[in-house]
């Protein structure tokens, strides 16, 4: 099983709708981190959370730590096509006395007109 | 543009060839990785520079050789690599290896061995 669990795998959604794109973990997590990548290229970071009970946002953007630090949730309002790519949870899982940076499996978005 | 590139972006080489990735960051930063994204698999880290130290190898083969001369610059030397380590390789860079890791990637480089 993958240390970081992202769901929905994909989502198809309309122009103008909010969604929702969750990354769970079952170990507590240091640092939860959003990238967002489009197909073939590079990631681009999008948020960091650290505090359980974290809550930041960008633009129409906004990610959630929960307060056990072991699921984060991003939302988006009012989706555009701008907003379609995948979607990545990363971050630092506590092991022992060391951390590992992991990754999720990552979630495909499409916006349609 | 995130502050990170790499070269080549694409290349197709063959199982007995030998090819260097290279990977250049803009932002001193002290950490340096490489990364393995195949498809419908999570991103796999390999390695991590930290002050062109390695502070981490995930049992990654041989075939796969890092080199870090300094903190700017990070290079992967594949030899007589295989069908399945067909992939994007990605380089990223943070302030440090340590605490908080908000990383910057590069664009990638598109690898295809035939």
């Known amino acids: 099983s993958q240390e970081l669990e992202q769901s929905p795998q994909s989502l198809i959604v309309q122009e103008g709708k909010n969604l929702t794109i969750n990354c769970t973990s079952s170990?507590?997590?240091?640092?939860l981190y959003w990238y967002k990548q489009k197909y073939g290229e590079g990631l681009i970071f999008l948020m960091m959370?650290?505090?359980?009970?974290e809550e930041k946002s960008h633009e129409k953007i906004t990610a959630k730590l929960d307060e056990k630090k072991q699921q984060s949730s991003l939302h988006i309002t009012a989706s555009q096509p701008s907003h379609a790519g995948i979607y990545l949870c990363?971050?630092?899982?506590?092991?022992?006395?060391?951390?590992?940076?992991?990754f999720g499996t990552g979630t495909r978005l499409q916006v349609t007109l | 543009e995130t502050g990170v590139t790499q070269t080549p972006r694409h290349l197709v080489m063959g199982m007995t060839n030998k090819k260097s990735l290279k990977c250049e960051q803009h932002?001193?930063?002290?950490?340096m990785y490489w990364y393995k994204q195949s498809a419908k698999k999570p991103l796999e880290l390999m390695f991590v520079?930290?002050?062109?130290?390695?502070?981490e190898n995930n049992s990654v083969p041989s075939r796969f050789s890092p080199e870090c001369p300094n903190s700017s610059h990070l290079f992967l030397h594949l030899h007589t690599l295989q069908p399945e380590d067909s992939a994007l390789y990605l380089c990223?860079?943070?302030?440090?290896?340590?605490?908080?890791?908000?990383?910057?990637f590069g664009p990638g480089t598109r690898l295809t061995v035939l």
């Open positions: 520079y930290n002050f062109k130290e390695q502070t």
């Open positions: 932002l001193g930063h002290n950490a």
């Open positions: 959370l650290q505090k359980g009970g």
């Open positions: 990363g971050a630092d899982i506590i092991t022992g006395t060391a951390s590992k940076l992991t």
């Open positions: 170990k507590t997590l240091y640092g």
């Open positions: 990223a860079s943070s302030p440090g290896a340590s605490g908080s890791r908000e990383q910057f």
